[in-house]
């Protein structure tokens, strides 16, 4: 069941919420049993195999999650280290197997000339995001980070149905504090605020994503079938899935917030404006948070700790200092980032393209690191630098991050090559000979073909649009920031636009109210759901 649908908004939501307050006004354990069931209810609508296959690889965790606090509790060390590690790879195993076994066998019969053929696997819905919040578990109980929990806690936190298929990705001790001893705020504050960022989401995906995405995906289509994408299409396809993807899960995180604060939960904020950052550090700092949070805590910082000391083992400097050696560099941040981004690019997706699109981040950002650290120390006039560096920077990095945009979204490689190409300028640049007749000197350099000229100029309008709306407008978190619709880690983040705050006022109800008029007319339309792989 998908959060823009009509059985969803007009049936289980309704629902759901009903009871769940009448719950709560007899029990809160009984509120929380009846979230449990509708949560499953939720993920088994679409299929109901997804319980069957995920059920046993709750209980699996569960059952070690037991295990780990009696070993830790008894400090018995090393066994406790036995079962994680048998537990962070029977989850690796288990997503592995269901997301990664096809593409393993393309990837030998690629290496190896078999021709291995393996039948179909039904990939459960959120297993990526499911088993990413079920390692952290595992690994915060090991840390002693978590110690009490019961079955129906660990349930109510993997299965939660607001953050279940799109994330964000949560750790047990943001969100179950809140369970057990909600915050005693006004329900229908808490109501408003969720209805209004549910709205807010649904517009993002249903308006803005699924509109330019009409435009994006016919010229993907057109590369995959072996067309030649000239230079203006090109970039109209690139930086439009840049807006479109953008849109679309920054909306849907939107919703799973929004959905979550309708019952009195915060949850950590999952996208901060990343199309306005200026750097490719600062773009993964605002991109998908709570992945990049995963990543960095879980992936990066052991490998980069374990180069550290392996390095000081051997009597060699670590990096430190205003000039640290290249070789420091090198096996202290550039490795573990570049290992780190291998496995996010693998996490969204199993395809070469992915690969590739987490290692080109992945060099991004050892160029990033290494522009800070060699370069930027040198500088005489700091203050200087830092006032060019968002235009600057911006112009860099935004680039970039459509030129990375194009591996993740084409079909195949040379559909990938194609689009490239065509950015580059290699296949030329060819536009509607109504919009030709008009470019003066121009006409020279641009060849002009029939027809097109009201799609062309809508699909750059929208591109305009959304490109405006993203870099220049607050985002939904900056205009509800009066109400704390996220759990902020630091109270510097406090900030937004103050004079457009969000408020239970009737000017905000009427917006409020016609934004999700628009979004609801937008229902049933042709819509892309970009989470299936994850």
């Not at 209980?59 to 009696?70: K, M, P, T, W």
């Not at 929208?462 to 996220?486: C, G, H, K």
């Amino acid at each position: 069941m998908l959060f823009n649908s009509y059985e969803f908004l007009f049936a289980f939501l309704p629902i759901t919420l009903v009871v769940f307050f009448a719950c709560g006004r007899m029990s809160r354990d009984l509120a929380l049993g009846w979230l449990i069931v509708a949560s499953l209810f939720f993920y088994a609508w679409w299929r109901p195999l997804n319980v069957l296959i995920i059920a046993p690889a709750i209980a699996v965790n569960y059952v070690l999650a037991r295990g780990l606090v009696r070993l830790v509790a008894a400090k018995m060390n090393a066994r406790a280290n036995a079962l994680l590690a048998i537990g962070i790879l029977f989850n690796v195993a288990f997503l592995g197997y269901f997301k990664y076994a096809n593409f393993a066998k393309t990837v030998l019969n690629d290496v190896a000339g078999t021709s291995f053929v393996l039948g179909q696997i039904v990939l459960p819905l959120g297993i990526s995001f499911i088993t990413f919040q079920k390692i952290a578990f595992l690994i915060d109980v090991h840390a002693q980070r978590v110690e009490k929990f019961s079955l129906r806690d660990f349930c109510l936190f993997v299965l939660f149905f607001p953050q279940l298929i799109a994330g964000p990705i949560v750790h047990f001790r943001e969100v179950m504090p809140q369970f057990q001893k909600p915050a005693q705020r006004s329900k229908g504050v808490d109501l408003a605020v969720g209805l209004s960022l549910l709205a807010m989401g649904l517009f993002k995906k249903l308006v803005l994503a699924d509109n330019i995405a009409g435009r994006v995906t016919p010229i993907y289509d057109a590369a995959a079938g072996g067309d030649t994408i000239t230079f203006f299409y090109a970039w109209i396809a690139a930086i439009g899935f840049t807006l479109q993807i953008y849109f679309d899960f920054s909306g849907y995180s939107d919703m799973a917030i929004g959905l979550a604060r309708c019952v009195g939960i915060k949850l950590p904020p999952n996208f901060e404006s990343p199309l306005k950052a200026s750097s490719i550090i600062d773009f993964w700092l605002r991109w998908h948070m709570t992945l990049t949070r995963f990543l960095t805590a879980y992936i990066f910082d052991p490998l980069a700790l374990w180069f550290t000391r392996r390095r000081l083992a051997k009597g060699l400097p670590a990096l430190t200092g205003r000039r640290p050696s290249l070789t420091a560099f090198a096996s202290v941040l550039a490795g573990p980032i570049m290992l780190t981004m291998f496995v996010a690019g693998l996490w969204h997706g199993a395809g070469y393209l992915f690969v590739l699109f987490g290692l080109l981040h992945g060099v991004y950002l050892v160029i990033n690191h290494a522009w800070r650290r060699f370069v930027v120390p040198r500088l005489k006039d700091r203050n200087r630098y830092r006032r060019m560096m968002w235009p600057l920077g911006w112009c860099v990095t935004f680039p970039a991050v459509v030129v990375a945009m194009v591996l993740f979204r084409s079909p195949t490689v040379r559909a990938s090559v194609d689009v490239l190409g065509g950015m580059a300028g290699l296949h030329g640049a060819t536009l509607p000979n109504e919009i030709v007749s008009h470019l003066g000197f121009a006409r020279s350099m641009i060849a002009g073909e029939p027809g097109g000229a009201s799609d062309f100029a809508t699909s750059a309008a929208w591109l305009l649009a959304l490109l405006a709306i993203a870099l220049l407008l607050p985002n939904s978190r900056q205009l509800m920031v009066r109400y704390e619709p996220v759990l902020l880690e630091h109270p510097s983040e406090r900030h937004g636009w103050n004079w457009l705050s969000w408020s239970p006022s009737l000017p905000w109800a009427v917006a409020i109210g016609a934004v999700a008029f628009v979004a609801v007319l937008n229902l049933g339309g042709v819509s892309e759901f970009l989470y299936w792989q994850f």
